[in-house]
């Protein structure tokens, strides 16, 4: 095994140039201000849970186009054009908006066809911002005719009823407006030279200059009104003619109103209304706690892995220690370059990663092993090796890429985030675990010329060089049936007392608040009781009680406006019982989207189950089908019995947790039978039992070593990792385990119980090409 040098060169320049990249994001603000000018700078862009903020989502209202659409008797062809073009104004205003304001690196951008994120870094009140991204800010001048209280006598033809912003009462106005906002260039917040009361400074164009000098001047001594938005903000009376293309509009306005409703006008009036539909924010300590926590988690699970690995092959452990560096900072160089935002489940995927990148340097190693065993030279043991590991490698990346490829699809934000990295980080490990570790022996082999391949262990010999012989199978029905009661009792618990299910799923909205010292959880009961918000759940969130999580049912009948109405009358009631309490997290999720999250939730697991059945039923046959996907309901149950059984939230990350256990649990079986398809077609006449249990005991090695390497990986987050990933990372260690004992003790069974017929029968199988 020779590879060229051109090669070596590339691989070389291909870890050099993604280091370079990937370096920048491990860098303080300081150390960046001191990188050399000709070298990347770009860092990974942050999510909002890592750096603080606000973020909201905005929902074209289909009514309100789907009427103008019909008014305006657009065809199919045309209405679909015009609800593209809706939504790309509606992106363009909602910038303009927020660049009025001095928002510092905004996101905004579509979701799907009907949607808008977005994202306001350091913004802390999404309450001082929702008026301005809702606001339609069409705005109207019409000639006043007369005023009524709210309810009384009946508009003549030609005029409409139109209630007042900041009054009880309601203007009589002409139908047709005299002039109207499109025409304004621009508008400022100042104050009255007079009064000094805040008011709204605005200038027309040429054209509308010239129409709102005639207007004036035709109706000196009248009213006119000033709509915004269906509301009459102001209506004074036209003491002389405007001839100068500039006027105010006055109210009852604050110094902030004011400012607001300017760069409304400024920003111009949405093509159609926007609806927010979900809104949420995270408080900068939290954000600074997130990342030091994610660094410090991830390091660690890194190290356990790095130690683990130097531990069973020494010298060639470090090599493929090496390779999980590698990996991690291609993975960074890789995030930057494509712009995709890092948040804390994506650090999660990240640290998953490293225990799933790791099964490819075991596979190789342990090969190489039992090549080695059976008497071949250093570069049959490294040829063979890497061939006959490379179809198990790919069969178990697949797996894992079906289940991340599905959550990309159906999940959002952050999970979304988790999904991303977690399948670069697979692929990323197929060049580093079998490139470069390829690339690294090889020049080893040609440049000691060993007469055999030998990978040392810290382990006892006795552990690493024979291979077991036990009969696992003589334990099947004791395997069977533990597995049946603990899914028959996860059932139950899943009936009652069910699962903690999170507001992405239920609706509502959760607060998260601390305070320099215990907060009395009585006193904020009360508070939140007196302030009749429906349902509340208090819980302390940490062990000092500086912290407390209030969960509030979603309002019947209500939208989002209302949740995010209640959401403020809660966080005034915090503030009356504890007024030293700052808000670290809110998030508000509405009826439609809690919906839509839930179908999309089923729909995944639903999904991967089917994907990963017929990827086996191809790969390898039916029987082999089967009985994974018969082993994955009962891990994916046991799974959920423990969800209900902790009382965990049941949340978006959890729904993340399932699908990446629902992948890793047959990716640990593919290896299995990959292992038994070899043995059944090298040895056709022995009985299917011992070809089972030959098989078991050929990988068992390997099925130990991976399981181990994802569970110290993950162990480090689920301790210290906080709430925010809590959903995730506890039970992945608990899935780890539940998917490396099932691979023996039930998807091994089931194929046994399946019959003989598999070894009778030919077999149709597909390999990898090496």
Same mark, same amino acid.
């Given at each position: 095994?020779?590879?060229?040098?051109?090669?070596?060169?590339?691989?070389?320049?291909?870890?050099?140039?993604?280091?370079?990249?990937?370096?920048?994001?491990?860098?303080?603000?300081?150390?960046?201000?001191?990188?050399?000018?000709?070298?990347?700078?770009?860092?990974?862009?942050?999510?909002?849970?890592?750096?603080?903020?606000?973020?909201?989502v905005?929902?074209?209202?289909?009514?309100?186009?789907?009427?103008?659409?019909?008014?305006?008797?657009l065809?199919?062809?045309?209405?679909?054009?015009?609800?593209?073009?809706?939504?790309?104004?509606?992106?363009?205003?909602?910038?303009?908006?927020?660049?009025? =304001? &001095?928002?510092?690196?905004?996101?905004?951008?579509?979701?799907?066809?009907?949607? $808008? %994120?977005? *994202?306001? @870094?350091? #913004? !802390?009140?999404?309450?001082?911002?929702?008026?301005?991204l809702?606001?339609?800010?069409?705005?109207?001048?019409?000639?006043?005719?007369?005023?009524?209280?709210?309810?009384?006598?009946?508009?003549? =033809? &030609?005029?409409?009823?139109?209630?007042?912003?900041?009054?009880d009462?309601?203007? $009589? %106005?002409? *139908?047709? @407006?005299? #002039? !109207?906002?499109?025409?304004?260039?621009?508008?400022?917040?100042?104050?009255?030279?007079?009064?000094?009361?805040?008011?709204?400074?605005?200038?027309?164009?040429?054209?509308?200059?010239?129409?709102?000098?005639?207007?004036?001047?035709?109706?000196?001594?009248?009213?006119?009104?000033?709509?915004?938005?269906?509301?009459v903000?102001?209506?004074?009376?036209?003491?002389?003619?405007?001839?100068?293309?500039?006027?105010?509009?006055?109210?009852?306005?604050?110094?902030?109103?004011?400012?607001s409703?300017?760069?409304?006008?400024?920003?111009?009036?949405?093509?159609?209304?926007?609806?927010?539909?979900?809104?949420?924010?995270?408080?900068?300590?939290l954000?600074?706690?997130?990342?030091?926590?994610?660094?410090?988690?991830?390091?660690?699970?890194?190290l356990?892995?790095?130690?683990?690995?130097?531990?069973?092959?020494?010298?060639?452990?470090?090599?493929?220690?090496?390779?999980?560096?590698?990996n991690?900072?291609?993975?960074?160089?890789?995030?930057?370059?494509?712009?995709?935002?890092?948040?804390?489940?994506?650090?999660?995927?990240?640290?998953?990663?490293?225990?799933?990148?790791?099964?490819?340097?075991?596979?190789?190693?342990?090969?190489?092993?039992?090549?080695?065993?059976?008497?071949?030279?250093?570069?049959?043991?490294?040829?063979?090796?890497?061939?006959?590991?490379?179809?198990?490698?790919?069969?178990?990346?697949?797996?894992?890429?079906?289940?991340t490829?599905?959550?990309?699809?159906?999940?959002?934000?952050?999970?979304?985030?988790?999904?991303?990295?977690?399948?670069?980080?697979?692929?990323?490990?197929?060049?580093?675990?079998?490139?470069?570790?390829?690339?690294?022996?090889?020049?080893?082999?040609?440049?000691?010329?060993?007469?055999?391949?030998?990978?040392?262990?810290?382990?006892?010999?006795?552990?690493?060089?024979?291979?077991?012989?036990?009969?696992?199978?003589?334990?099947?029905?004791?395997?069977?049936?533990?597995?049946?009661?603990?899914?028959?009792?996860?059932?139950?618990?899943?009936?009652?007392?069910?699962?903690?299910?999170?507001?992405?799923?239920?609706?509502?909205?959760?607060?998260?608040?601390?305070?320099?010292?215990?907060?009395?959880?009585?006193?904020?009961?009360?508070?939140?009781?007196?302030?009749?918000?429906?349902?509340?759940?208090?819980?302390?969130?940490?062990?000092?009680?500086?912290?407390?999580l209030?969960?509030?049912?979603?309002?019947?009948?209500?939208?989002?406006?209302?949740?995010?109405?209640?959401?403020?009358?809660?966080?005034?009631a915090?503030?009356?019982?504890?007024?030293?309490?700052?808000?670290?997290?809110?998030?508000?999720?509405?009826?439609?989207?809690?919906?839509?999250?839930?179908?999309?939730?089923?729909?995944?697991?639903?999904f991967?189950?089917?994907?990963?059945?017929?990827?086996?039923?191809?790969?390898?046959?039916?029987?082999?089908?089967?009985?994974?996907?018969?082993?994955?309901?009962?891990?994916?149950?046991?799974?959920?019995?423990?969800?209900?059984?902790?009382?965990?939230?049941?949340?978006?990350?959890?729904?993340?947790?399932?699908?990446?256990?629902?992948?890793?649990?047959?990716?640990?079986?593919?290896?299995?039978?990959d292992?038994?398809?070899?043995?059944?077609?090298?040895h056709?006449?022995?009985?299917?039992?011992?070809?089972?249990?030959?098989?078991?005991?050929?990988?068992?090695?390997?099925?130990?070593?991976?399981?181990?390497?994802?569970?110290?990986?993950?162990?480090?987050?689920?301790?210290?990792g906080?709430?925010?990933?809590?959903?995730?990372?506890?039970?992945?260690?608990?899935?780890?385990?539940?998917?490396?004992?099932?691979?023996?003790?039930?998807?091994?069974?089931?194929?046994?119980?399946?019959?003989?017929?598999?070894?009778?029968?030919?077999?149709?199988?597909?390999?990898?090409?090496?």
């Amino acid at each position: 095994m020779v590879l060229s040098k051109w090669r070596l060169v590339l691989y070389g320049l291909i870890i050099l140039i993604g280091s370079v990249i990937a370096l920048p994001s491990l860098l303080s603000s300081q150390q960046l201000a001191a990188w050399p000018d000709w070298l990347p700078s770009k860092q990974v862009a942050l999510g909002l849970d890592l750096r603080g903020g606000a973020h909201l989502v905005l929902e074209i209202d289909e009514r309100a186009l789907q009427k103008e659409i019909e008014e305006e008797g657009l065809d199919a062809n045309a209405a679909l054009a015009r609800r593209q073009s809706a939504l790309q104004q509606s992106i363009e205003i909602v910038r303009r908006r927020i660049d009025a =304001i &001095g928002v510092a690196e905004p996101t905004v951008q579509a979701l799907g066809t009907d949607r $808008i %994120l977005v *994202q306001l @870094p350091g #913004l !802390q009140d999404p309450a001082s911002i929702r008026t301005l991204l809702g606001s339609t800010a069409k705005l109207t001048f019409h000639r006043v005719e007369s005023w009524s209280v709210p309810g009384r006598g009946t508009p003549r =033809i &030609g005029t409409i009823r139109v209630p007042a912003a900041d009054e009880d009462i309601e203007y $009589i %106005l002409q *139908q047709r @407006p005299m #002039l !109207q906002g499109e025409r304004l260039v621009q508008a400022n917040a100042s104050f009255d030279s007079q009064t000094a009361q805040p008011v709204v400074s605005f200038r027309f164009d040429d054209v509308g200059a010239k129409e709102f000098a005639k207007i004036t001047t035709e109706n000196v001594g009248r009213q006119f009104a000033i709509v915004l938005d269906g509301k009459v903000i102001s209506a004074p009376r036209i003491q002389e003619p405007i001839v100068g293309g500039s006027g105010q509009i006055t109210g009852n306005f604050t110094a902030a109103e004011t400012s607001s409703l300017s760069a409304l006008l400024r920003a111009g009036a949405l093509p159609v209304p926007l609806q927010i539909i979900q809104e949420g924010m995270v408080g900068p300590d939290l954000g600074s706690d997130a990342i030091r926590m994610g660094a410090v988690t991830g390091a660690a699970g890194l190290l356990l892995v790095l130690a683990f690995m130097t531990v069973l092959y020494r010298g060639w452990g470090v090599v493929a220690n090496l390779a999980l560096v590698v990996n991690v900072f291609l993975t960074l160089a890789a995030l930057t370059l494509l712009g995709v935002t890092l948040t804390l489940p994506g650090i999660a995927g990240i640290v998953l990663g490293i225990g799933l990148a790791v099964d490819a340097n075991v596979l190789i190693n342990e090969r190489i092993r039992e090549e080695t065993r059976n008497g071949k030279s250093a570069v049959a043991a490294l040829t063979n090796g890497f061939q006959r590991a490379y179809a198990t490698i790919i069969d178990s990346n697949v797996t894992a890429l079906i289940a991340t490829a599905l959550l990309f699809w159906l999940g959002s934000g952050p999970v979304q985030g988790f999904a991303v990295t977690m399948a670069l980080g697979i692929a990323i490990s197929m060049f580093t675990a079998v490139a470069v570790v390829k690339a690294i022996m090889s020049v080893w082999v040609r440049w000691r010329r060993p007469k055999h391949f030998v990978i040392g262990s810290l382990l006892p010999a006795r552990w690493r060089n024979a291979t077991p012989n036990f009969q696992f199978m003589r334990a099947r029905f004791i395997g069977l049936g533990v597995s049946l009661v603990l899914s028959v009792a996860s059932v139950v618990l899943f009936i009652k007392p069910g699962l903690n299910y999170g507001v992405d799923f239920t609706g509502g909205t959760i607060i998260e608040a601390s305070a320099p010292a215990t907060m009395q959880l009585a006193d904020l009961r009360a508070g939140l009781e007196r302030a009749d918000l429906g349902e509340v759940s208090l819980q302390q969130a940490n062990a000092d009680g500086t912290t407390i999580l209030v969960r509030i049912q979603q309002q019947p009948d209500a939208g989002a406006a209302a949740q995010t109405e209640v959401a403020e009358r809660a966080k005034a009631a915090i503030l009356e019982a504890e007024p030293a309490a700052s808000f670290d997290r809110v998030d508000i999720i509405g009826p439609k989207v809690s919906g839509e999250l839930t179908d999309a939730g089923i729909l995944a697991v639903l999904f991967a189950s089917v994907a990963m059945f017929i990827y086996i039923w191809i790969r390898f046959d039916w029987h082999f089908a089967v009985g994974a996907i018969a082993t994955l309901v009962l891990d994916t149950t046991k799974v959920i019995g423990f969800f209900a059984l902790t009382g965990l939230e049941f949340n978006l990350t959890a729904i993340a947790a399932v699908l990446t256990l629902i992948g890793y649990s047959v990716n640990d079986k593919v290896v299995v039978y990959d292992r038994m398809r070899e043995n059944l077609r090298l040895h056709p006449d022995v009985p299917l039992r011992q070809i089972i249990d030959r098989s078991i005991n050929e990988t068992l090695a390997r099925s130990i070593f991976t399981s181990v390497t994802a569970f110290l990986a993950m162990v480090p987050m689920a301790l210290w990792g906080g709430a925010t990933v809590a959903s995730f990372a506890v039970p992945m260690v608990f899935g780890i385990v539940v998917a490396a004992s099932s691979s023996v003790f039930i998807a091994a069974p089931i194929l046994l119980f399946l019959g003989e017929r598999i070894k009778h029968r030919p077999m149709v199988v597909q390999e990898a090409t090496p």
